[in-house]
Each structure stands twice: as C-alpha cells, then as structure tokens.
C-alpha cells in the first residue's frame, strides 16, 4: 500500500498554532462544518454530496426478489461501500484497509442497524416477492471526512428515490413502469446524518476535520444522530480520553449541526422536486 | 423495542440470570496463562473469556508502519469458531473483527507510553474463547491485564463494561440475551482521571438518557479497576517474594 508522507512539521505546527487561537486554516471556525452542496441526478435516487471538496456519490436501485425464509415480511437494503483508488491514492482496489472497514461498518450501523429505512414496507408478496434495495456508494474525491459526507448523500438518495408503484391481485404482481404511474417514495422513519469531531491535544475539539486535520488529530469521534435528538450511533474508539462533559457538549453541538444539515437537505430536495413537474394530460 | 419474551427486568427487579441491575457478572482474572508470550491474561466475566497475550516490544515484522521515535501496536482478534457467538462463524477478514481490532489499537495507543519504545512493535492477539456478550469490553479488560503482566509502561488501567438501557433503568454488564434486546453502550475509561477512551453505542437512543449511562459506566469501570489491581499487587508480591528467595535476601517479616 503506498503509504502517505507524513505532514511537515512547519505545517502542523501552523495548523495547531492556529486552532490554538479559534482559527482552521480554510477560514473556518472549530464548530462550522464545509458547505454542503447536493446534486441530483436525472434519475430519481441519485444524489452526489459535495462536503468542501470531499464528494460521494450514492445511487439508489431496487429489484424484485424472493424474502428469506425466516423473515418473509421483510425486504432488503444492501449497502456497496468499496472505496476506490480515485478517492486518494491510499486506497487500494480490493484491498479492505482498515479505515474502509471503519466507515463502511459505520454506514451500515447508521443505515442499517437504526432501521432507517422500513423493511415490511418493502414487501411485496409475503414469503414470494420483496423489493431489494441497493445502495451504492461511489466515494469520489477524499479530502477528509467522507464518513458524514457518504452518510448525507445516502441519505439523501433513499430520500430521492421512488420505487415502481405496484398492483396486486391475487397472486399477479404488475409493476407499473413510471411512465404509468407516479412511482412512490420509500417508508423512511427517521433520517440519521453522522458528524465527525476531531480532537487535539488540549484544544478544543473541531467539526468536520480535513483530511489534513484528521492526520494531525489525536482521535476522533463520529455520532450518527437524528432530527429528534435521538443518538443512534457513536463511536469513539480510543484516541485522546475525553470527560464525560466534553462528550456531553460535542453531543448537544452535534444534534443542532444534524438539525441544519436535515434542512440543507430538505431545501435541496424540495428544489429537486420543483424541477421535475409532470404534466398530466 | 424489545421483540423477545425474554424478561429483562422481573416484578422483584431481578434480570434473566438472577442480577440486579448495577450488579456485574462473576469477574475472574489470572495472569499468565500463556507459557511464552510475554505477558497474557484472561478475564472470565460470566460466560465470556477472553484471552489476550501480548509480544513485544520487539522488532517490528515489517518495516511499513513503523515509527522512528515511538513504538507501534498492533492487534489481532480471533474469535474460537465454538465460541458460540450465534452469527455465522467469524473468519480472519471479517468486518467486525476487524472494527474490534481497530477500537483495542486506538483504546490503546494513548495510553501506553509508546515514546518509551522507539523502532518497536507492541502485539496483542485476543482469542474470544466462549461469547456470552460484551466481547469487546472483556477484550479490553483481558488487553489491559496482558499489558500489565508484560511490563509495559502504561498512563493508567484502562477498564471496561457494557451498559444496557431497559426503558428507564440502566443496566450494567449485559450478557448476550439482553444485549440483544437493549440500546447498549460499551465504555472503556481510565478511573484514575474518570476520561472515557471509548465509548461506542449501536443502536437508538435519546441524548438525554445517554448522558445517565455514560456516567454509571465510568463509576463502574472504576469497580473493574479495583478488582484488577488486587490481583496484580498479589501477583507482584508473589514475584518478589520468589525473588527474594532465590537471591537470597532475607525476608521483611
């Protein structure tokens, strides 16, 4: 694997010099997150997720299959997280670094595990037909932070989505093609977004590290939180050891920037949709 | 939330195993049980064992990684394929295995004085030998040990336990069942400054009730502490006392 060089120490010594004194060295303050810009797609489910220059794509599709045997109410949601080469010359193709295995697990966890996305709503037939979901993740440009970058555009995407509206009689699925039928969206309970601290030395922790900053950290916790104050996720695998207050008020930060990051893309959806008016004649 | 018929808490506030709710599973610890590592531990915490040994510091394996002015560490997890973790069996390239691994190196990268051990390379293997839950904060508590019993400098001792939430009431050190059933937290703390090294939570909960866990869970790390340091002094003075015997300096007594 080819390894990075080490940042020089007039750099970092810069860049702790100056979080020393409130200051990054985008212009942001410790607590402000990059913008966030979202693109769709010309289909529906297709999102990309620009955090500063960090960018993600996620692409939703569905399919009909047959349910497992022992839960045959429930549909599929498979998450595809490989990162590529493109992202940053780290990564390797095929090759499971252990950061990958950190955010994709953290994905599915956030996604998955706190059951996002209703399963039982994606039944079709019981025991015969359901709708497999697949959410795909192609991380494009890395320059720190893909963890919340990729969780915002999946969600993002599961939101743009819509599947083919279906009809059931007796035992005949018809799939009605979108052309037909206005398709209809997923059964979403709650929209968990993650955000990322990272932590210095006897410093004050900053949000949404650069990839340069989370080199230089000490550690780093990520909480995947939703709009009802509801912690879904947190992860703090060692690093610097942290007071229960501190972690207390990197919650409470962490629930108003997910609350403006729910808006962000509220905003950007409701755009979307402006934009795909169809008329019916 | 919960979806079993397993009953967590019973009219007499008793759980499934007969515990009340602050109480921790029957802790044993013994040092060394491996004849060549250079230090090893096992914690047995109810149903759960796990065996840590650490190598090291040593010359590093490979020279990728390694640190001209501090020592690196790294883990390996292996989970005994009769173990009986009710998944399907955990090979070596497993995801969580992994993510347990990455969680015991950072845990423990701050807190071994890695300066100390420049050009080096610390190893923990943990072998999960039967799984009742909470395999991760018996990871870390058998990781602590092994360390301790290598002699290798540490900050401090980094504990460990689960903490279960069934509807307001926490619970400490949950076994498989309830973890199954419960949002729970795994804290890793060092007591002596009350600092969380860890913390990682899975599933759905409000900010509010997390708060009251994370607190319990870093008193009750202090209670591991205790239990562990009891067991290392009676080993040191073991040594000693062999020691003495053998060069031949008269006893204290």
Wanted: hydrophobic share 40%; glycine share 6%.
């Amino acid at each position: 694997m080819p390894r990075e060089i080490e940042p020089p120490t007039v750099q970092r010594d810069f860049i702790l010099a100056s979080l020393g004194e409130g200051k990054r060295i985008d212009g942001r303050v410790p607590l402000e997150m990059r913008p966030i810009k979202l693109e769709f797609g010309d289909e529906l489910g297709w999102c990309t997720c620009h955090l500063g220059k960090t960018s993600v794509l996620a692409q939703v599709t569905a399919s009909i299959v047959k349910p497992r045997d022992d839960r045959p109410y429930e549909g599929f949601l498979l998450i595809n997280s490989e990162i590529s080469p493109m992202a940053s010359s780290v990564y390797e193709a095929g090759r499971n670094s252990e950061d990958e295995v950190l955010i994709t697990r953290m994905l599915e966890k956030s996604i998955r595990r706190t059951e996002a996305v209703d399963r039982e709503a994606l039944c079709i037939l019981a025991g015969e037909k359901v709708w497999q979901l697949r959410l795909t993740l192609h991380f494009l440009a890395d320059q720190g932070n893909l963890l919340d970058c990729a969780a915002l555009a999946a969600m993002t995407a599961l939101r743009h989505f819509r599947k083919p509206e279906i009809e059931v009689i007796g035992d005949e699925v018809i799939v009605h093609s979108p052309d037909e039928r206005a398709p209809v969206p997923l059964a979403i309970h709650h929209v968990p977004l993650c955000v990322t601290f990272a932590y210095f030395e006897n410093l004050p922790p900053i949000l949404d590290p650069t990839h340069l900053e989370a080199v230089l950290s000490t550690g780093s916790m990520s909480l995947t939180l939703n709009a009802q104050r509801e912690l879904c996720v947190l992860s703090k695998a060692g690093g610097t050891a942290l007071a229960v207050e501190e972690i207390m008020s990197v919650v409470n930060v962490g629930v108003s920037t997910v609350r403006e990051m729910v808006k962000v893309m509220e905003e950007a959806l409701e755009r979307d949709r402006g934009s795909r008016i169809i008329e019916v004649r | 939330m919960s979806t079993s018929r397993l009953e967590i808490l019973n009219d007499g506030g008793l759980r499934h195993d007969a515990r009340r709710p602050y109480e921790l599973r029957s802790l044993s610890l013994s040092l060394s049980p491996h004849p060549t590592a250079d230090g090893s531990a096992t914690v047995t915490s109810g149903l759960t064992s796990v065996t840590a040994s650490v190598f090291g510091p040593r010359e590093p394996r490979s020279r990728a990684g390694t640190s001209h002015d501090r020592g690196i560490v790294s883990v390996e997890v292996g989970v005994a394929p009769w173990s009986g973790t009710r998944e399907v069996r955990r090979s070596r390239g497993d995801k969580r295995l992994t993510e347990i691994a990455a969680s015991i190196r950072q845990t423990f990268e701050p807190v071994i004085l890695l300066h100390l051990y420049p050009r080096s390379e610390i190893t923990i293997n943990i072998q999960v030998i039967s799984a009742d839950g909470g395999i991760l904060p018996t990871a870390i508590n058998a990781t602590t040990l092994a360390l301790l019993d290598a002699g290798i400098a540490l900050l401090d001792y980094t504990t460990s336990l689960s903490v279960g939430l069934h509807l307001t009431q926490p619970l400490l050190d949950l076994s498989a069942p309830e973890e199954a059933d419960l949002p729970h937290l795994v804290v890793a703390s060092c007591p002596a400054s009350g600092k969380v090294t860890l913390a990682a939570m899975e599933t759905r909960l409000h900010v509010d009730r997390f708060e009251e866990m994370l607190r319990l869970g870093v008193d009750a790390c202090r209670v591991i502490r205790d239990e562990m340091e009891s067991v290392v002094k009676k080993k040191a003075a073991e040594v000693v006392r062999r020691s003495q015997a053998v060069i031949g300096v008269p006893d204290a007594r």
